[in-house]
């Protein structure tokens, strides 16, 4: 069986949910599923993702216990363990750790990347991901001893598939190369990942300013949404970047996007046009 490796991501000590939307992504009679874990938790999660398909929990740590944070060791770390378990297939979500990550891996290992893909087919290494603002779907066939695929979070909707799982531990020295962290600081933003929401309720030009920006986070905190918006609220300054919509912006793809006061140009469109449900 092709063994196949997920990059597992988790958040204020719970698994994301997305994951699971990865590894059924991944999955096939023919694929043997590795889960990359960075935390030392493999046994805490161990029955979720056994119970989407997950037959390897690699809990990654180095000798002296977790890695801590630095991009250039975790990326190190994952790459040893590919080669330690034969695994030439990689994939993870296209999310602000994805995006730091699948790069650095792919660029060591000279490998194919495709990022926020809405579709893959591994045996084929063609991976399916939306071009010129969203008007169309290209579909890329890729070459290579290895592939790195980033999947859109949302992309793939999560299905069950138990089985028994086994956690191995592995350890490995960590690598920093010239890269060194010194501080962490925590974004203006929290809660729910904008990219990863169930549920979008966005503003743009019609909300006016800033202050009626709040009706929006009141009505998702109710709703258990994250609050996003359009490229006119963000450039007005009502609200930070982090929260913008669009092409040049954040994609999403969550199954109820609500726009408020958004006129709808096709930059925004493009990075929310795959929404399962869109109210205007």
């Keep these: 069986m092709e063994k196949i490796g997920i990059l597992i991501e988790i958040k204020e000590g719970e698994l ?4 699971f939307g990865v590894i059924t992504a991944a999955r096939d009679d023919s694929h043997e599923i ?4 960075l935390d030392g938790r493999g046994v805490e999660f ?3 993702l056994a119970y989407y398909g997950v037959q390897k929990i690699i809990d990654i740590s180095s ?10 060791s ?3 770390a994952i790459i040893h363990a590919m080669d330690h378990f034969g695994i030439n297939t990689l994939l993870g979500l296209t999310s602000f750790l994805g995006k730091e990550l699948l790069p650095r891996i792919a660029a ?12 893959v087919h591994l045996t084929e290494h063609t991976a399916k991901k939306s071009q010129f603002s969203g008007k169309a779907i290209a579909t890329f066939k890729v070459t290579g001893s290895s592939y790195i695929y980033g999947i859109r979070p949302n992309a793939f909707e999560e299905k069950p598939a138990p089985c028994e799982a086994e956690i191995i531990p592995f350890q490995t020295e960590p690598e920093n190369g010239d890269l060194i962290v010194k501080e962490i600081k925590q974004g203006a933003s929290s809660g729910i990942d904008l990219s990863e929401a169930d549920i979008v309720i966005s503003g743009g030009r019609g909300m006016k300013n800033s202050e009626n920006f709040r009706l929006l986070f009141e ?5 258990g949404a994250a609050v996003g918006a359009s490229r006119v609220a963000v450039d007005a300054k009502w609200v930070p970047y982090s929260m913008q919509v669009g092409q040049t912006g954040v994609t999403v793809s969550p199954k109820v996007y609500i726009a408020c006061g958004i006129s ?17």
């Design 16 to 19: 994301k949910k997305t994951n």
């Design 34 to 37: 590795y889960a990359f874990l």
């Design 46 to 48: 161990k029955s979720q």
């Design 63 to 72: 000798t002296d216990g977790p890695l801590v944070w630095n991009p250039v």
């Design 74 to 76: 975790w990326s190190m």
């Design 108 to 119: 060591y290992l000279d490998a194919p990347l495709v990022m926020d893909c809405t579709g």
């Design 219 to 223: 009505c998702a905190d109710v709703m």
């Design 264 to 280: 709808g140009s096709v930059q925004h469109f493009a990075g929310m046009k795959t929404s399962k449900v869109i109210v205007a």
